[in-house]
């Protein structure tokens, strides 16, 4: 990853997605189905999976900062801007580990209530 965030790169991307999920969406429910459901309703839905989408983000990435935290990897700005250039790492520097494997050696614990 260069130094500069690729802000072009990401806008297309996501409105590809974009795209994708609405031609899917024309072929699994119709074209114009939007026209004929609840909207308000729908939307209101969507927000709250969506708000829901964000707190389980949030959770993990979390998570992951607690388990980086207690394994002694610094997750300070000037640390992770250090990674984005292969030549400034430290020789001491973690291997990347994809949150998806870091999870799986975080304790899950339930709140009583």
């Known amino acids: ?3 500069d965030l690729d802000l ?4 297309s991307e996501f409105f590809d997605l974009c795209q994708q999920r609405s031609e899917q969406g024309a072929i699994d429910y119709g074209e114009l189905n939007f026209m004929k459901v609840n909207l308000p309703e729908f939307i209101f839905e969507e927000l709250a999976d969506m708000a829901n989408y964000a707190r389980f983000l949030y959770i993990r990435l979390r998570a992951i900062e607690e388990y980086a935290r207690e394994s002694g990897i610094d ?3 000037a640390f992770t801007g250090a990674i ?3 030549d400034e790492l430290p020789s001491d520097a973690p291997q990347f580990v994809p949150s ?7 304790p899950v614990t339930k709140r009583e209530g």
């Open 100 to 106: 998806k494997e870091v999870s799986r050696f975080l």
């Open 1 to 3: 990853m260069s130094k």
């Open 84 to 86: 984005r250039e292969q």
């Open 75 to 77: 997750m300070s700005a």
């Open 8 to 11: 072009e790169m990401f806008n």
